[in-house]
């Protein structure tokens, strides 16, 4: 109790310090004419307000300055902020009747901010004005319109407010709900300020509910957050007086009953002293203390007259039904406008009708005159078009002749390029056959007359022109099933494949391959694979194939150039792999003897080949640039003649 005591001597201090004469701050008045709009002027005053939004002294300061200033927004913004300043000591009448004009004003100019806190204005005097079910009406007006614009803080205090209307209407278990809500709400967004009001409420309603343990709880963290408004405090501690009472505890309840007359007395709040006055009196009466009793009843009586009288209760009635008088007119108006607008419309629709009648009948007369000329027309077109359908059926078969044409003399190339390639092993086949049929006979003549010697040497001579037989027989299977491969598309599944392995594992396996062949061949195998590229979607068995054939031709390459004898020459095949904007890259160079410039154009097509015969068909290439066609890539060659060559795919990612 003696710590409660300390914080309300420093806060009745406080409270009892006369405002001083105040001047509109430069910095303010700055940032106030710096923005346009209604709603952007009001934000920058009730953010000059702050906590003590519709103050006295600030408020009448800044009133005198607008209305100097002929600023009619200015002027409607703290005027509704005084309004709900007033609505505290009771003053209901006036603030109704203010606040409808403000809010006529604020939908007119499409000021929506403005509107929320005229809603706030005067769902606050209805509630002053005991009018309960009009006053939640009008705060949830205000709760949609701070939904709307995303005003978190007024939504909190919106939530708090339709707490209280339902703890003055008698409802508790609805007022409960809300106020837990604007509670909840408070931790959540850490607006410790407000936490005073929400409590607060949540105490009242338990109080409503005659459950004192629990409102006493809620009221004792209140003590934390006492604030320098003075009608949060009164209502506070009017709380404390009538939770002590419903417990019996007589002189901390007539202690803070004290306290609210003080602080409601000095600050004009009527509506607070009037609840002490008639607790007061309950208590007295229940302590069968007469003279206190008839002494609170007294006051109280004299309190309620001067806020509730009949003649008040008359003008907040005629105000709302004046009210509802100039929104029907208004609407009145609106109609009558709307049909006046429909009345204009019907009105340009008939000339506009009348009009288009005239000029259709005129253009029909034109209309007939036009057909005949059409008719004349179409049958010209119609001689027109049967003579182009008969050029356009000559003109497809012609066409047909010249495709056909086209396929026949591609056709001729392709099979003059297969006999040309398959027709030397074939003569190599026929020579040494026809030869070796000589040997036979040449043989069995020898072997006839016992000369063994010769026959064996014969025996060998034949035994070698087999040899060359397998040999070129070999070579035309080879040629053979080259076009095969070159002819059959792959029916293999694209899939996800690291293509650094894939390089790196064929560049091994051409590599021991050709030693194999070639025991003394050596080489220096380098590799420059970009570790960011990843997996990409290929045919791994066809790019496989591809990067076979590339790495081959360049350990092939670099082995003729060994063979030259150069001293300092030492032979290297480099893959690299690199990723561009959209593709990647796949690099196999070498420094052999290159690619003369006059037959790079021609090493993809198919049998051309720079190997001597019988050591290529040349029909690799060909076959690599198909399969890279094919995964939407392309093939590109840099060489230099001597100095080595490269060969680039690049695979689209």
């Known amino acids: 109790m003696k710590t409660s005591s300390v914080c309300t001597l420093v806060l009745l201090f406080l409270l009892s310090m006369g405002a001083v004469g105040q001047t509109v701050p430069e910095d303010f008045l700055k940032k106030y004419n710096s923005v346009n709009t209604s709603a952007d002027k009001g934000k920058c005053l009730l953010e000059y307000f702050g906590d003590e939004i519709g103050l006295d002294t600030t408020a009448q300061t800044l009133l005198s300055y607008f209305i100097s200033q002929n600023d009619p927004i200015g002027v409607d913004y703290v005027r509704v902020f005084i309004n709900l300043r007033q609505n505290t000591t009771g003053e ?115 109080i409503e509910k005659r459950e004192y343990d629990s409102a006493l709880l809620v009221l004792r963290e209140c003590r934390q957050y006492l604030s320098t408004d003075t009608f949060a405090v009164a209502g506070i501690f009017n709380d404390f007086a009538e939770c002590f009472m419903g417990i019996n505890k007589n002189d901390s309840a007539f202690y803070y009953a004290n306290l609210v007359i003080a602080i409601a007395s000095r600050n004009h709040l009527k509506p607070e002293l009037l609840r002490c006055y008639e607790n007061l009196y309950r208590f007295f009466d229940k302590l069968n203390i007469i003279d206190s009793s008839s002494k609170y009843f007294r006051l109280a009586t004299i309190t309620k007259d001067s806020l509730y009288s009949i ?24 109609i009558a406008l709307q049909n006046r607008l429909r009345f204009y419309l019907l009105l340009a629709g008939i000339i506009f009708f009348l009009t288009l009648a005239a000029f259709l009948y005129r253009n029909n007369l034109h209309k007939k005159k036009a057909n005949e000329l059409l008719q004349r027309q179409k049958e010209e077109i119609e001689i027109q078009r049967d003579r182009v359908n008969q050029a356009i059926q000559e003109l497809k078969s012609a066409q047909a002749q010249l495709i056909q044409s086209e396929k026949m003399a591609s056709l001729g190339e392709l099979t003059a390029g297969i006999a040309h390639e398959i027709q030397n092993p074939l003569n190599f086949v026929n020579n040494f056959s026809e030869v070796s049929n000589e040997l036979i006979g040449e043989m069995k003549q020898e072997l006839a007359i016992g000369n063994t010697q010769q026959a064996n040497d014969i025996a060998d001579d034949l ?52 030693r194999a062949k070639d025991k003394n061949f050596t080489a220096q195998i380098k590799t420059d694979f970009d570790a960011s590229i990843g997996k990409i979607n290929i045919v791994p068995q066809d790019i496989g194939r591809v990067l076979l054939n590339l790495i081959n031709n360049a350990f092939y390459a670099v082995s003729e150039k060994r063979k030259l004898g150069a001293a300092s020459y030492e032979p290297r095949v480099t893959a690299g792999t690199k990723r561009a904007n959209n593709y990647i890259e796949i690099r196999i160079e070498d420094n052999g003897n290159g690619i003369p410039q006059k037959i790079v154009d021609k090493i993809f097509q198919p049998f051309f080949t720079t190997k001597p015969t019988g050591q290529g068909t040349g029909l690799g290439l060909s076959l690599a640039y198909d399969i890279v066609k094919a995964h939407g890539g392309e093939i590109k060659v840099n060489a230099n003649e001597r100095e080595g060559s490269e060969m680039i795919i690049q695979l689209p990612v």
């Not at 003649?311 to 609106?334: D, H, N, P, S, V």
């Open 311 to 334: 003649e008040k209760f008359r003008l907040a009635q005629e105000i709302t039904f004046g009210e509802q008088l100039r929104r029907k007119e208004e609407i009145q108006k609106k």
């Open 463 to 514: 035994k070698q022109n087999l040899e060359k037989i397998n040999h070129h027989g070999r070579r035309a299977d080879a040629i053979v099933k080259g076009m095969l491969q070159h002819s059959v598309r792959s029916s293999g599944q694209r899939e996800l494949t690291d293509i650094n392995v894939l390089a790196g594992e064929y560049l091994r396996l051409a590599y021991h391959g050709f």
């Open 92 to 206: 209901f009448t006036n603030s109704l009747k203010v606040a409808f004009e403000i809010l006529s004003r604020f939908e007119e100019r499409r000021d929506r901010f403005g509107e929320m806190w005229s809603f706030a204005a005067l769902a606050n005097s209805y509630a002053t004005a005991k009018n309960y079910d009009t006053a939640i009406v009008f705060y949830r007006r205000e709760l949609a319109l701070a939904k709307a614009l995303n005003e978190k803080g007024r939504y909190l205090n919106v939530i708090n407010d339709i707490g209280y209307a339902y703890y003055q209407a008698k409802k508790p278990d609805s007022g409960i709900v809300y106020a837990k809500e604007a509670v909840k709400l408070s931790y959540q967004n850490k607006y410790t300020s407000f936490l005073l009001y929400a409590l607060s409420t949540l105490g009242e309603n338990y």
